[in-house]
């Protein structure tokens, strides 16, 4: 792995855009709109890394080599598309490793993982081992490590997200916490709060980590200093009223504990950005575009309204869309990621977005 | 009056009061099939129709089934001993290499809210699992949920397995989850897609009553 400056040609320009838009965001003031061209390269790494092939018991050489040189190929294909895309690194071990880190196995599939409910009764969370002490959140250190040894010096930030309290817990207790809403809410408050404090703990011990290798690099703790990265993916099962009773007040200790939060949630749970956005010190959501639901570019006006000035991070299929919606767009803040064939026309298109920004 | 309670109180997921009103309703002899019908299945009908309207949401929608369940377990020896038929039997899974379970739960419970008897193999099931299901317990109707469009083509992978272990025909095949269209239904030779859960089991009911 190279330095950051060979992958990123306008480094200092985008993370000062960047950071512009997310102080922005955090004050409820709008205006800023940052483009990101999609290659197939930037996912590449995704198809080709099979995460079944790899032994976590004794070779975590081996994948840690073949996870960077993943990476370094994405990077390097991209270098030349001046978007506000900045490199990062991190471990991809599917979705397993988001909740083994309490407790459990992990079960690897070639590109994802996941790990199985363990909680029979809710209450059963307070027998869980010590955190700290699994088998899972070691390794995740291990693994973490191990990369920031490779990296270190490249200046290139880590990165890691996490799940909400609410999806750690369902991913703790599975089907059944949607029960225990209704029989045992207390309870339900308990097993939030655990997992709140449960992210804390992993996140503090993964961001000491970082900040042992990173700290003294200009950009190396960007992604986790003063900030953590956190989904909602679970909270669009739930109505705005549950989310507020429930998952609000743990995401938000989370947040509270590092300063600003990065969220990610779904179209199908386009009814809950309000809530989200309205959580103290939320500086971006990701509001991923799902298959069979609203598409977040054609609900401009309402995503402004719901924002409360969030950054918002969206995508689009055509850049006619971007030209049609700049305007209403430029109310609120977002970030618009478009999917391109190839790395000439990322160059393209962020060329003609800089056009359209400087109209 | 009564069977209108059952179905009110099933929707707002009140188990132990459904199955004492379903002890009830049987007291006053009000016949198995009609408790069944104008109660259970009312109450399980109206929730999935709400839930496809984004009015309730995936707890309100598994504590209705819950509460319909607890009212089945008193009903089906009355059901039973009136003669009254199984409407089906189904076998649903979300098919391999996808763990998403939630609207497969759904499309389960819907169908159980129909009166169709449902066996779960569970997610990540393999065509295997399936074409082994089938042989040992003769359901009408094979469900496949898939939630992510490297997983939909497994759907194809388990129809040709049914295909080729001779029993396709034996059985209807329904698909569905969040990236799977009609069109894609046709193209993998499925028997019927549904969008929603609320659909898939009025699709299945309409298939079993032909
Ligand atoms: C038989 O006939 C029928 C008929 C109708 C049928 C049917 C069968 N099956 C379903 N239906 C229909 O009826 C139901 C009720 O009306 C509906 O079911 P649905 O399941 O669609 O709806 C449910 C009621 C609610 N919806 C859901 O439960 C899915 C919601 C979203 C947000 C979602 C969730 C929650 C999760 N996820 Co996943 N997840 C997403 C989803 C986005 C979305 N909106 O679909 C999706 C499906 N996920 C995705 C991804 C990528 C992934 N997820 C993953 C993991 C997870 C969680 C564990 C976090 C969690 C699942 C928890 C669980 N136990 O199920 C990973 C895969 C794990 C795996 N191998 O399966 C992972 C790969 C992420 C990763 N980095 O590893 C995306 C797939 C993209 C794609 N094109 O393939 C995704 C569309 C999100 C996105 N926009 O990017 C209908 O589709």
Known sequence: ?359 | MILEDISTLLQKGKAKEVKILVQQALDEKITPTMILNEGLIKGMSIIGGKFKNNEVFVPEVLVAARAMNSGLEILRPALVASGAKSVGKAIICTVMGDLHDIGKNLVKMMLEGQGIEVIDLGVDVDADTIVEAVKTHHPDLVCLSALLTTTMMNQKVIIDALVKAGIRDQVVVMVGGAPVTQGFANEIGADAYTADAASASEAALAFLRN
């Open chain 1, 1 to 359: 792995m190279k330095t950051i400056d060979a992958y990123k040609n306008d480094l200092d320009q985008t993370i000062l855009s960047s950071k512009k838009m997310y102080d922005d965001a955090v004050a409820g003031c709008g205006g800023n709109i940052s483009f990101r061209a999609l290659p197939p390269s930037d996912i590449e790494i995704y198809n080709d890394f099979d995460l079944t092939k790899y032994n976590y018991e004794t070779d975590l050489d081996a994948y840690a080599e073949s996870l960077l040189a993943g990476m370094e190929k994405s990077f390097a294909a991209r270098k030349d598309i001046n978007d506000n895309f900045f490199p990062s690194i991190g471990p991809i071990l599917g979705i397993g490793d988001y909740s083994a880190f309490v407790t459990g196995e992990i079960i690897f599939r070639k590109d994802t993982s996941w790990s199985t409910p363990c909680l029979k009764e809710i209450e059963d969370f307070r027998n869980l081992p010590p955190l700290g002490t699994s088998k899972w959140y070691k390794k995740f250190l291990e693994i973490s490590e191990l990369l920031l040894k490779k990296t270190q010096g490249t200046g290139i930030p880590f990165m890691r997200g996490f799940f909400s309290p609410l999806d750690l817990a369902h991913a703790l207790r599975g089907e059944n916490i949607y029960y225990d809403f209704y029989d045992d809410p207390d309870m339900v408050h308990e097993l939030l709060d655990y997992c709140a404090d449960a992210t804390i703990k992993f996140a503090e011990d993964i961001y000491a980590l970082n900040n042992k290798y990173n700290g003294k690099t200009k950009y190396g703790t960007w992604y986790t200093k003063g900030k953590i990265n956190m989904s909602e993916d679970i909270a669009c099962m739930i109505s705005g009223a549950a989310y507020n009773e429930f998952c609000a007040p743990h995401t938000q200790k989370v947040i509270d504990h590092f300063g600003v939060g990065y969220m990610h949630c779904h179209s199908r749970a386009m009814y809950l950005v309000k809530e989200i956005c309205h959580l103290r010190n939320v500086a971006h959501l990701w509001l991923a575009t799902d298959p069979n639901q609203p598409r977040p570019i054609d609900h401009i006006e309402q995503l402004v309204k719901a924002a409360n000035g969030v950054a918002i991070a969206i995508d689009c299929d055509t850049f006619e869309e971007i030209q049609n919606h700049y305007n209403e767009m430029k109310k609120g803040n977002f970030s618009i990621c478009l999917p391109v064939k190839s790395i000439e026309e990322g160059i393209k298109y962020t060329t003609l977005f800089e056009q359209l920004k400087n109209k």
